[in-house]
């Protein structure tokens, strides 16, 4: 209900018939919208970090599972693992700003084993070119997510007895690796890495502390777009929120016309 | 098992780094570069922590308090409503439904729904942010609780029913013995949720419900390290235990 109101508020606003700049139905909001270069990039953009951060989060946490294995859910390494979950993404993205600046944690480090002598020739990773202090602070809270996630499956799905099958047929461990262990895993998480790759599309702390004004995540986008002083630009605010939520909406009923979304209980 | 395995040294020092690079900041004055510990001075941090208007423990108890109330609320909801929901003919339509707002990012949400907020005069109030956190939380307790309805607690119920229970003595006596443990999971992953809350928060409170996050924030923004960092510290403690907790009593008996 919330969300219906929401959205209908917003396809007012953003078609001319609701708010202050309300002066009759018009679609020229939307068509400023999807004729600027802005919001394409902030869509891009968006995909860009999710794609890097989902691939990597994923495949390092495989990695984390296969080594670590039961340890991360009986050892004492599975309370440690709970910790960046307990993190804010905003302290998250404060810790990140803290220590991949220029004046940071690792400048500090570099220049005290002399490998630089003034801040300015560290890069820094915060509000960088390629966002990779977005992307690094984004792989840390996936991984440790997807190891618990993936650990988890591990054990209910009795992967280890998968793993003696496969090998008293004949397989070799890397085979057994490939063709059983890691599509199972895949296979099992696959709707929630997804959901997580939807989290990580809307994110907003993380882009928001550690992002360059252009381009701008699109939550970050959108947000600035309805905190600007020129009433204008409210319209296409909402135009680009709803844009937004469709694309959110159809990502979530293809995945549940795929009977990925919802399990059966 | 530490000489075994040394990767485990580093794995526990990357862990904990968050905890003690935050402490490390909260409790100093300043850090100039190219120093690598932060240097106390003076306690001035510690002063405006318990004074004034940056009083962190007001900010820390309204925190806590809009928390609280979004988990047992959405808590309590949720677990009757999932029950409707795991049962009715369209469920998987309405568990859909339930993602929606769920998946969203909260600031756009957040920024859609203001209007109606203005409306009702919620807006920049206590009482707006936690029925715009209950609006996100719901439905995330609504998913979780499905689930557990459909693990075959209804059969319990209905055998109590058959024995001649009540509808009173059959919550009481078996279905929230039988919940418990989920019931407080619920509540530990909704009060996280709406704990870590920025976005939304930020937006309806207009930056006038001053929360933990709300703070972290605005100290950032005005570049004191120390207080942001203060601030985080209090952040990152209840959900550490409550996840312990959860860890160490609740899933245990799972």
């Given at each position: 209900m919330p969300l219906l109101l929401a959205v209908i508020y917003a396809a007012l606003n953003?078609?001319?018939?609701?708010?202050?700049?309300?002066?009759?139905?018009?679609?020229?909001?939307?068509?400023?919208?999807?004729?600027?270069?802005?919001?394409?990039?902030?869509?891009?953009?968006?995909?860009?970090?999710?794609?890097?951060?989902?691939i990597i989060a994923v495949a390092l946490a495989l990695w984390g599972t296969l080594t670590l294995k039961k340890d991360?859910?009986?050892?004492?390494?599975?309370?440690?693992?709970?910790?960046?979950?307990?993190?804010?993404?905003?302290v998250a993205a404060f810790i990140s700003f803290q220590s991949l600046g220029q004046s940071g944690l690792i400048s500090r480090i570099l220049y005290a084993f002399n490998l630089i002598s003034d801040p300015s020739q560290f890069a820094g990773f915060v509000n960088d070119p390629l966002s990779i202090g977005i992307i690094f602070t984004?792989?840390?809270?996936?991984?440790?997510?997807?190891?618990?996630?993936?650990?988890?499956?591990?054990?209910?799905?009795?992967?280890?007895?998968?793993?003696?099958?496969?090998?008293?047929?004949?397989?070799?461990?890397?085979?057994?690796?490939?063709?059983?262990?890691?599509?199972?895993?895949?296979?099992?998480?696959?709707p929630s890495i997804i959901l997580y790759a939807i989290f990580v599309f809307g994110s907003y702390e993380i882009p928001l502390l550690l992002g360059r004004q252009d381009p701008q995540m699109i939550s970050v986008a959108i947000a600035r777009k309805f905190q600007l002083y020129n009433l204008h630009d409210v319209p296409v605010a909402y135009a680009m929120a709803l844009l937004y939520t469709i694309f959110v909406i159809t990502c979530l009923i293809i995945l549940f016309r795929k009977k990925k979304l919802i399990h059966d209980v | 098992m530490f000489k075994k395995r040394p990767k485990f040294v580093v794995l526990w020092i990357c862990l904990i780094f968050p905890i003690l690079f935050l402490g490390m900041l909260a409790?100093?004055?300043?850090?100039?570069?190219?120093?690598?510990?932060?240097?106390f001075k003076d306690n001035s941090n510690f002063e405006l922590m318990v004074s004034g208007d940056a009083s962190f423990v007001m900010i820390f108890l309204r925190s806590v308090l809009i928390s609280i109330t979004v988990a047992i609320v959405s808590v309590a909801t949720g677990f009757f409503i999932a029950k409707v929901i795991a049962f009715h003919k369209k469920r998987n339509l309405l568990l859909l439904l339930a993602y929606f707002p769920f998946?969203?990012?909260?600031?756009?949400?957040?920024?859609?729904?203001?209007?109606?907020?203005?409306?009702?005069?919620?807006?920049?109030?206590?009482?707006?942010?936690?029925?715009?956190?209950?609006?996100?939380?719901?439905?995330?307790?609504?998913?979780?609780?499905?689930?557990?309805?459909?693990?075959?607690?209804?059969?319990?119920?209905?055998?109590?029913?058959?024995?001649?229970?009540?509808?009173?003595?059959?919550?009481?006596?078996?279905?929230?013995?039988?919940?418990k443990n989920m019931l407080l999971i619920g509540f530990f992953q909704c009060f996280i949720i709406s704990w870590f809350e920025f976005g939304l928060t930020n937006f309806i409170g207009m930056g006038q419900v001053k929360t933990l996050t709300v703070k972290v924030f605005q100290y950032i923004g005005e570049a004191n390290i120390h207080l942001a960092?203060?601030?985080?510290?209090?952040?990152?403690?209840?959900?550490?235990l409550l996840l312990w907790a959860n860890k160490k009593f609740v899933l245990r008996n799972y």
């Open positions: 953003a078609t001319g018939l609701a708010g202050i700049d309300a002066h009759g139905f018009t679609l020229n909001t939307f068509i400023t919208v999807l004729s600027s270069s802005n919001f394409y990039t902030s869509f891009g953009f968006s995909i860009y970090i999710t794609l890097i951060v989902i991360v859910l009986h050892g004492r390494i599975s309370y440690l693992l709970y910790v960046p979950l307990a993190v804010p993404v905003i984004q792989i840390i809270i996936a991984s440790a997510f997807f190891v618990i996630l993936f650990s988890t499956i591990y054990e209910n799905e009795n992967v280890d007895r998968l793993h003696s099958v496969s090998s008293s047929l004949g397989s070799n461990h890397k085979t057994t690796l490939i063709k059983v262990i890691i599509p199972v895993l895949i296979k099992k998480a696959i | 409790f100093s004055s300043t850090w100039r570069f190219p120093t690598l510990i932060p240097e998946a969203l990012s909260p600031v756009v949400f957040a920024a859609c729904l203001n209007y109606f907020f203005t409306l009702f005069l919620l807006s920049g109030t206590t009482p707006g942010v936690m029925i715009a956190q209950f609006i996100i939380v719901f439905p995330y307790a609504i998913i979780l609780f499905n689930s557990h309805w459909g693990s075959g607690i209804i059969a319990y119920e209905q055998s109590a029913a058959t024995l001649g229970g009540n509808a009173v003595q059959r919550f009481f006596r078996v279905t929230l013995p039988l919940s960092a203060m601030s985080s510290l209090l952040l990152v403690i209840p959900p550490l």
